[in-house]
Every structure is written in structure tokens, then in C-alpha cells.
């Protein structure tokens, strides 16, 4: 009874650890290559995995998010996660950048805010986002915070920032408002929602509009015409065909870009001294996200990954 009992469970462990470790092959999408050319506008962008991306023009440099800390599964479920100081000055060190004007934080779930303060800390300028991120980073023993509102529009060198309000995609886990008390570490599911942001970026003739969260933006992104979308794919394979084109819809087509960039789509469990891999099937399923998109022939649609 005992041995039959003993081993269900070690087949039941053996079943999930299998389950977590099935995942699309990333090489049948499109790869973006790291490029060293010069740009036409002067603009560099790096992806740094989930939905990070440095934007740097040589003189003012800027960060969606910059969640690089990246703690294992098995850590976010049993213990108290907190930024990996020691990760976020590697990341720096790879990438180039020793002085900072502003990491910008979608919305407060670990994988986007947890590290933002980290970067300030290291590298000066600002976290902007909402009053939840403004205690987190608080928490974190940064004070350096400008709290942001869709509509508002920063000037920072050639750079110019307009904001919007963004919806995290469903489904929702972790909602609510981080308050004062917040403290770090904290579990990851104490690092609520808070409210979400959405950025679009102009510097001379170059405009990037950010969708870092595949939720609804409140607000008709026609407005913000663009060559570049960095479009959130995250958890957009587990919705409907109908609500996958209307996101489509609602984001490329109204933005009129012609190159897609699809973020968020990384297993951000595994540490970036491994090779960048999809989630698994077991939690996502970015293969039908990347199927959809691409059947739209407006614009092309490309993964990024950079070896690191």
C-alpha cells in the first residue's frame, strides 16, 4: 500500500516537473538580431527579457520596468522574493549603461516593479509610475519617485513620454493597491496590480509605442501613431481567437506600426544566465498567441532574443 502510494507520488512529481519543462521551439518564429549599426534616429533599444526594454540615445537612457532578478518557480511559491542587486549590475555592465534618466514601471506585479528601485539605486534618475510602485520603491529605500497619470506627457532630453492607462490582461491575478506598509522582501502575490500604464515614445522622427500588459489601453491608440510597437503577448494565447484580433485591433492597427515586437512572451522563472525560452504549455501558450498575430499581414510580426 505504502510502495504504491510512494510511487503515484514520484510519478504525479515526475509528471509535473515534465509538464514545466514542455515548451514551444523558439526558432520557429522570425528572429530579430541584435544590431551594432548606428540607427537612423539615434535611438538604441535592448531587450532584457519579460517586458524590459533600455531605450538610449547616448545621452538620455530609459527603462521599461527592468525586472531582471528573475527568482525560480519554486522560490516565488515557498519563500519571500527581493531584487537581486548583484543581476541588475551584470545586466548594466552587459549592456552598457552607467547613468540612467528614468526606469518607467507598467504596473506593480513582481515581474514588472520589484527591480525598478534597484536601477535608481545604481545608476541615479527616477522610477515613474503609479502610487504603488511609489511604495515599492519606497520599501526599497528609494525616494526618488515621480508618480505618473495617463495623459501626462515628460520631457526628458530628445525623448518625449506620453502615458496611457492599460489594463493588465486577463485574467488578473494580484489585484488591489500596494500601500505604505509595504515591506521587502514580500511574497510575490503581495505586489498587487495597482493600476497599469502604457508608454509612447517620440525622439525626432522615431516614435515606439510600449503595450507592456496585453490588457485593454482606455484610450484610442490612433493617437499614437507609430513605426514600432513593443506589444505584451503574455497569457494572450490562453484567450479567444475574437479577443486575440481585437487586441490586434486595438493596438497594431490603431497605432499603424509596421514592425511588431512581441514582449513578455519569455519564461521569466529562469535565470538570464540561461538561453531565453517561451513559458510552458503548462502556464501559457505562446505558440498560439504568435500563430495569431502573424496571420495579420499588416505588419511583421518578430520575436527578440538576445544571448547573453
Known amino acids: 500500500m505504502l510502495a504504491g502510494l510512494a510511487m503515484g507520488l514520484v510519478l504525479l512529481i515526475l509528471g509535473i516537473v515534465l509538464a514545466l519543462n514542455l515548451r514551444p521551439p523558439l526558432e520557429q518564429w522570425p528572429h530579430l538580431p ?13 531587450f532584457i527579457g519579460t517586458s524590459g526594454v533600455v531605450l538610449a540615445d547616448g545621452e538620455t537612457t530609459l527603462v521599461i520596468d527592468g525586472f531582471v532578478t528573475r527568482p525560480s518557480l519554486w522560490r516565488v511559491l515557498t519563500s519571500r522574493v527581493t531584487p537581486d542587486a548583484d543581476r541588475v549590475r551584470k545586466v548594466r555592465a552587459h549592456i552598457g549603461v ?25 545608476a ?15 520599501a526599497e529605500g528609494v525616494d526618488a519617485v515621480r508618480v ?16 496611457f492607462q492599460l489594463d493588465h490582461g486577463p485574467p488578473e491575478k494580484m489585484r488591489g493597491v500596494i500601500t505604505e506598509d509595504f515591506t521587502v522582501p514580500s511574497r510575490a502575490t503581495d505586489y498587487k496590480t495597482g493600476g497599469g500604464l502604457g508608454f509612447y515614445f517620440t525622439h525626432g522622427s522615431c516614435r515606439i509605442l510600449a503595450v507592456p500588459s496585453a490588457g485593454q489601453a482606455h484610450t484610442d491608440l490612433s493617437q ?38 512581441p514582449v513578455h512572451w519569455d519564461d521569466f522563472s529562469r535565470s538570464l544566465d540561461q538561453p ?16 495569431e498575430i502573424q496571420m495579420w499581414p ?9 544571448k547573453r
Open 124 to 138: 541615479g534618475g527616477e522610477v515613474w509610475g503609479t502610487a504603488s510602485t511609489q511604495n515599492i520603491a519606497r
Open 276 to 291: 531565453l525560452e517561451p513559458l510552458p504549455y503548462a502556464v501559457e501558450r505562446t505558440d498560439v498567441a504568435m500563430r
Open 34 to 46: 541584435v544590431s551594432t549599426k548606428p540607427s537612423y534616429s539615434g535611438v538604441k533599444m535592448r
Open 148 to 163: 505618473v497619470s495617463p495623459e501626462d506627457d515628460i520631457r526628458v532630453g530628445r525623448f518625449n513620454v506620453r502615458f
Open 298 to 306: 499588416c505588419a511583421k510580426s518578430w520575436h527578440w532574443q538576445e
Open 224 to 261: 499614437y501613431p507609430a513605426d514600432i510597437i513593443l506589444l505584451s503577448i503574455g497569457q494572450l494565447g490562453l484567450q479567444s481567437p475574437d479577443h486575440i484580433r481585437r487586441y490586434w485591433r486595438d493596438t497594431v492597427e490603431a497605432s499603424g506600426a509596421r514592425l511588431v515586437i
Open 98 to 122: 552607467s547613468r540612467l534618466n528614468a526606469v518607467m514601471v507598467t504596473h506593480s506585479h513582481y515581474d514588472h516593479a520589484m527591480d525598478a528601485a534597484e536601477w535608481v539605486k545604481q
